[in-house]
């Protein structure tokens, strides 16, 4: 069965600090791994996916197979990175649907 | 282009009513998706329809019904709603990555 940790419901970091968002993963064919971001008032979209390898807005993430972990990082956090993150997880064979974590709040303070 | 149209966008409803939620996408994907959103639970995928024709259960289907109606609108039905279906309900389709609709903030007394 698909699983999605993310350890944190709330991630409080300052303008300018290093952030990094948790995700661990469970999942025993190949797995694909997006993150999603929801902002306020807004529709929740994508962030990025990992077999893309792209930076986002300054985010990344990896995929560690050996960690199960897909964590996002980010060097320097901006007020408007504020928001709610989930980390989400489908079978690159497309057949399963997207399975999701249950999110980390991101809080950015000036 | 609309993308992922979902309506209503708030409901309150008595315990035991009925009601359908509609939702439509534009972009001509095969598969469509409904999910609910609770605080501290995240996205819990209700139903999902993998393709025009089919529907399979999600994560938590009691108590929720869907038709796949046609490629573009995938409606999901609460036959006689309870507390617990309180929540925001999500419509999203997409092939490979999802779009996501606006949400239906649903409350059930």
């Known amino acids: 069965a698909q699983r999605v940790t993310q350890p944190e419901k709330l991630l409080s970091v300052f303008k300018g600090a290093p952030v990094e968002l948790k995700c661990n993963y469970s999942y025993s064919g190949s797995p694909e791994l997006f993150w999603y971001v929801q902002y306020s008032r807004q529709r929740l979209q994508l962030l990025l996916r990992?077999?893309s390898r792209e930076s986002i807005k300054g985010f990344t993430a990896d995929l560690n197979k050996g960690e199960t972990s897909f964590h996002l990082k980010k060097p320097f956090a901006q007020e408007e990175d504020s928001a709610m993150y989930y980390c989400a997880l489908s079978g690159l064979s497309g057949n399963t649907p997207l399975v999701f974590g249950k999110g980390t709040r991101l809080s950015v303070i000036a | 282009n609309a993308g992922v149209t979902q309506t209503p966008k708030f409901q309150v409803l008595k315990t035991g009513q009925s009601m359908t939620l509609q939702c439509a996408q534009d972009?001509?994907?095969?598969?469509m998706y409904w999910y609910r959103q609770d605080p501290g639970m995240g996205l819990r995928l209700i139903y999902y329809s993998a393709s025009e024709g089919t529907t399979d259960k999600g994560e938590v289907p009691n108590g929720y019904n869907v038709s796949r109606l046609n490629k573009r609108e995938f409606s999901l039905r609460l036959e006689s709603a309870a507390p617990s279906q309180t929540s925001v309900y999500f419509c999203?389709?997409?092939?490979?990555?999802?779009?996501f609709g606006s949400g239906t903030q649903l409350s059930v007394l």
């Open positions: 990992h077999i």
């Open positions: 972009m001509n994907h095969n598969s």
């Open positions: 999203a389709s997409g092939d490979e990555k999802l779009f």
